[in-house]
């Protein structure tokens, strides 16, 4: 066995750049997000409810849903007519035109998509087929025109209501599950954080009437809470069995379970059909450790307390005084170049940090520049994402070099909060391998943040580097072995070693900002950077988000690829995601494909089937070590409370797994190893040349926003 190594691949070979997306301000809290409906419109009948539900039934998204849940949000399906040739859905709309998920009534459609310039009839939809599946999670552009070719009704469910109930609903039962273990006295050591740890790892039983869910005398290992129905309780006695208690809803038994395997001390005995919410004591061991440890142990308020105060924004509320920023940016012309003139307003205290230690004049037409206005003069391009545009900085009184990254206002308005959690989150962290923050500022049209320079371009350029086509022999199983298997060419990523320091550096990251109560959401290898020696550092904090202790997030936001099952489902979600991104960019790293996009699909919402889908098997090349492959399975464990990274021991369990053996983590944190492979300028040269010629060819047009629009984003940013 062994691989033979051939020329790199293009970038294509490899897994390419993926865009991020969200699904924004439909999983906000509140109703104020919906949008009314006009006084004469016709909801779902009563009747229909069953043909809708069943019809919805074949989408992933809902069909996971809880029956009453799955029957609320039908209940807010309204009608729409659609006259004969109307079309209903255009390809290529987005925004408010492709937020609804339509099911027929009645009548025909045609799915029409085009296919050189020509609309081509690829598929007819009649009564009870669905489309738009994917615009319930988020903004997707339309991936087709579909057509009525008869008179048609439709049922049409909007994003926004149906993420408001799924959040409503999950919300309403996550904190009842929480009051239910409130009651548990056993529990009373457990901080709320390690309770909801706790409703994410109960896994509910159902038992006939009559059933004895636990035996008088029997060791147990299993605890139960009580989510509908009852059950009685009964003990030996010389005079045969006694009736003890009767148990409802919300009440539970057989909580020393979760201490040891003692005989349970009475039998209890399902009354009606009875359905619970159970836990097992090892399940609980390897979230939280020993019950009884938790029960002895000192709870440190100053420790959280240091925590907190860490992370607090700094000077939030508290008005900022403002300073001038000036941008001098290079305007391509026929005769030949010219400057121009960016006026951005920043804060005073960022631009007198920025500005202390420089010795050079800044002069700026015949007038001198004091300490409490920044000049920086933009240079090259480095990169470019979904939301931004990245470029080389300096500014001229210390001569220092940093990356600007420029936002358009009207690009991300519709979800302000995230570039405000990234302002917040990355002017306050303070770790070796995360990005730090100098400044935030704005003009008219964008929002800017001057971020340290990463020089070495970002993992993916990594990748793309060290990918390569290998020939491998694959026993084909029989009496075929050893040598005389035959070759089979195939795409590697980088090497293990060189995968381990960088995947090593990123658990020590995660863990930090766990620790601070930061969820990530959106690791993939285009957000990891590399500085000038070779070290990583975590970037594009744009879905970034602090969470209170053990709160969870609903809104769907990530890479369609790399999204975890509990954020593709809405349930609620919290710093689990992180160690499944972990798991997809280990694999990437290590393959140059992600790990659900065989067999090939240009689909989005076909990966995220297969995240959720428990009978989709990653495949993983022959070439990769047992230890990698079983570090990776774990990371990509469906289940957020047994997933690795979320158990008991935290990061430190992903810390010692066996792929990581002899590795010297407190000297990988100092800074103090050598990294196994130097940025070479060659690494990102050839992104950087495409980036550039798009720019040229589009003529760095940008729509114009109107007066509207403006006053809009002047004010959801006055705070910036
Ligand atoms: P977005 O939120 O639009 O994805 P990012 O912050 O990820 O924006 O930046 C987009 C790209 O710009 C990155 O993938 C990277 O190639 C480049 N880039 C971003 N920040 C830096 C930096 N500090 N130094 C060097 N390159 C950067
Ligand atoms: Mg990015």
New binding site residues.
Partial sequence: MGGTSSKPVEQAGVAGRSR?ITGGGGGQKGKQGLHKLPADTVKAHPEDYEVLEAALAKLLIFNRLDPQLQRRIVQEMYERKVGAGEILMKEGDTGLAASELFVVKSGKFEVLQRRQGQNVRVNMKERCDCFGEISLMYDSPRSATVAATTDAVVWVLDRAVFRYFVREIQETQVSQIELFLNSVPILSPLTKEERMRIVDALEEATYPAGTKVIVEGEGGDLFYIIKDGEAIVYVDTPQGQRKVNHLFKADFFGERALLSAEPRMATVEAYTKLVCLTLRRDTFTEILGPLEKLMTREKSPQVVAQKMAKLQPRGSHVHRPLAEVLIKRRKKGRQGDTWELVRARGHLDEVQELRKGGTKLVELDGQTKDANTLVLTEGPV???????R?SIVAEESTGRTY?L?R?RKSAVVQCPEHVYCEQAITKNVAHPFC?RQYASFQDKYHLYFL?????G??L??VLVAEASVIKHRVPQGGWQVGCLAPKVKMLQGMSEDLARFYIASIVLTLDYLHINHIVYRDLKP??V?IDSQGFTKL??F?FAKVLENGNRTYTFCGTPGYVAPENVLAHGYNYSVDWWGLGVLMYVLLTGRQPFSTPKTEDPMVVMRRIVDENYQIKYPPYLSPQAKDLIARLLERKPAKRIGMLNGRAHDVMNHKWFEGLNWAELEARRVTPPRKPKDSD?AK?LKELVDVERKTGGKVPKESAEELQDCEMVFADF
Avoid at 382 to 388: C, I, K, P, T
């Fill in positions: 991020a480095l990169g470019g994402g979904a939301f931004s990245v990356a990254k936002m990005i971020f340290d320079l990463m020089p371009g970002d993916m350029d285009e957000n950077f970037g594009d744009g990102s992104r």
